[in-house]
Structures are given as structure tokens and as C-alpha cells.
């Protein structure tokens, strides 16, 4: 969790430089997470709206596929964050140019470039491989 508020993409830029990726949020137990830390706070997250108005993680590229009660992705938004309804985090859209904290997480790839703090099997380390890397290409 940033203690710093940056735009969606500023976000997404400090994530990178930390070999790192906005947090895609895509279960359950990762808002259950944010809400045990007390924070009331908004957050940046790994989701944006791409052609088609199709909102996907951007370490995946895949649809969003879960969506905590009372989230609200508007077509008018790109950038996801999730904020405070009652107890629980929800996942809303907004305009990019707001400053918010953020959450940074590994991921193999981020918005389609290699983050190389993740082996996508799901085992946590470093990976080194020559360029271009087959285990990704």
C-alpha cells in the first residue's frame, strides 16, 4: 500500500520501477486483505478499460471476472480502483487523472511488458532468462 497518491498511470509507473504491477484484486480473499489492514483509503488497482469497453486486469489481459456486491464499472471511466462501501472494499472505475494511493503486487507480465518478479506458476523469486525469453514469448 502506497502512502503517496499518484495518478492511475504515475501508479502503474512506481509499480513497474519496483519490478512490480498494480494489484489485479481478481479474488475474493485480496479484498478481504485490504479490508483487515483498516485502511479507509482508495486504492489504484490493476484493472482498466480496454476496446469494446471490456475492463481486463492489465497483468493478464484477462476479463474481470469477480466483482464484490455493489462494484460499479462504468463504461465513461478506464481506470479501476477499489474503495470503502460500509465494511468492504467495492471495484469502481474513474477518471485516470485522479490522484489516489495505490497497490502494487508480482506479477509476471504488467500492461504486456515482462515484471520479472513472479514465475507464473506460482512460485515467488527471481527469474533470469536470455532475451527474448522463452518462457514468455
Known amino acids: 500500500m502506497s502512502q503517496e497518491e499518484k495518478t492511475w498511470q504515475e501508479a502503474l509507473d512506481a509499480c513497474i520501477e519496483q519490478k512490480l504491477c498494480l494489484a489485479?484484486?481478481?479474488?475474493?480473499?485480496?479484498?478481504?486483505?485490504?479490508?483487515?489492514?483498516?485502511?479507509?483509503?482508495?486504492?489504484?488497482?490493476g484493472v482498466r478499460r480496454y476496446k469494446l469497453n471490456n475492463f481486463r486486469y492489465i497483468d493478464s489481459r484477462n476479463m474481470v471476472t469477480y466483482l464484490p456486491e455493489k462494484s460499479e464499472l462504468s463504461t465513461e471511466h478506464r481506470c479501476g480502483y477499489i474503495t470503502k462501501d460500509g465494511k468492504q472494499y467495492v471495484l469502481k472505475?474513474?477518471?485516470?487523472?485522479q490522484r489516489k494511493r495505490f497497490l502494487c503486487a508480482k506479477a509476471v507480465r504488467c500492461d504486456g511488458k515482462l515484471t520479472n518478479s513472479y514465475y507464473g506458476?506460482?512460485?515467488?523469486?527471481?527469474?533470469?532468462?536470455?532475451?527474448?525469453?522463452p518462457l514468455f514469448s
Open 24 to 45: 489485479s484484486m481478481a479474488k475474493k480473499n485480496a479484498f478481504k486483505a485490504v479490508e483487515k489492514s483498516k485502511n479507509d483509503s482508495d486504492f489504484w488497482i
Open 93 to 97: 472505475s474513474g477518471s485516470c487523472e
Open 121 to 133: 506458476i506460482g512460485y515467488a523469486g527471481e527469474i533470469t532468462c536470455a532475451k527474448p525469453c
